[in-house]
């Protein structure tokens, strides 16, 4: 499976982005979904995930209420929206997945996904 993100940029706080990850596989029903960021420096962090159906979603406390995590199997698609965006959101945006056909569990740590996109900046500016 390759992963290919898009949409990031810059934006002022308080704005939106909302990002997309492509995935080249004959289904996306089968993965878990899941979106991760890096800043230079730190581990990259876990920041929402999705099981096969999107109907199960996790999110990290620093973005709960303010990013979604949506998806669309019939064109292989996921989308992380981000509103309220804060200067501290800034970092490269990962999305991944992980194959667990009709599984409920979602992974949430980065050990857990086997393929990775190439990430995508978003920077928020004060």
């Known amino acids: 499976v390759q992963l290919q993100a898009s949409g990031g940029g810059l934006v002022q706080a308080g704005g939106s982005l909302r990002l997309s990850c492509a995935a080249s596989t004959r289904t996306l029903r089968n993965y878990a979904i899941g979106w991760f960021r890096q800043v230079p420096g730190k581990e990259r962090e876990f920041v929402a995930a999705?099981?096969?159906?999107?109907?199960?979603?996790f999110y990290s406390d620093s973005v709960k209420g303010r990013f979604t995590i949506s998806r669309y199997n019939a064109e292989n698609m996921a989308w992380l929206q981000m509103n309220s965006l804060k200067p501290e959101d800034t970092a490269v945006y990962y999305c991944?997945?992980?194959?667990?056909?009709?599984?409920?569990?979602?992974?949430?740590?980065?050990?857990?996904?086997?393929?990775w996109g190439q990430g995508t900046l978003v920077t928020v500016s004060s």
């Open positions: 991944a997945a992980d194959e667990r056909p009709y599984k409920t569990y979602v992974p949430q740590t980065t050990g857990e996904y086997k393929y």
């Open positions: 999705s099981d096969w159906s999107g109907g199960i979603t």
